[in-house]
């Protein structure tokens, strides 16, 4: 079984960064496979990830178009989620992004929304979005901190 990592941005300083990192690093002295992906690389780190996967190079797309950006995120998401079972993901667009990709699976998928962030501060329409879909997905397992 390969556990698939998703980030919204790859190479940034930052508490998830480095939280994601060791995540990985435990994995890998467990022996457990797993793949890291990301939307956005932003650059910010000198040593790039070079085991993650990611969709966009540069963070301007995000900020000129953030409808495109998400549909083309959602996207990728779906297909990179066909062949895995176990999916953690470390934000709320992220997690409800694949729920919303999970409901058009025929196999049961597990979602753990690894959120450091408190729920309540999170945007209004994330949180609508994800409650929402927590109550459709009846074949996932979703666990979450919130």
């Excluded at 457990?32 to 780190?45: H, P």
């Excluded at 779906?78 to 409901?103: G, P, Y």
Aim: hydrophobic fraction near 40%.
């Amino acid at each position: 079984m390969t556990i698939a990592i998703f980030k919204l941005y790859a190479n940034k300083i930052g508490g998830t960064e480095k939280a994601v990192q060791s995540l990985v690093s435990i994995l890998n002295q467990n022996r457990y496979a797993n793949e890291c992906y990301a939307a956005v690389d932003v650059k910010e780190v000198q040593n790039s990830d070079d085991k993650c996967i990611t969709l966009y190079n540069c963070e301007s797309f995000l900020k000129k178009n953030k409808l495109k950006f998400y549909i083309n995120y959602y996207l990728f998401l779906f297909h990179n989620i066909q062949k895995k079972q176990l999916v953690i993901s470390t934000d709320i667009a992220t997690s409800s992004l694949l729920m919303l990709a999970n409901l058009m699976r025929f196999t049961r998928l597990n979602i753990i929304c690894w959120e450091h962030y408190p729920f309540e501060k999170n945007s209004r329409i994330w949180q609508k979005i994800f409650k929402c879909l927590i109550f459709l997905n009846k074949k996932s397992v979703i666990v979450c901190n919130s």
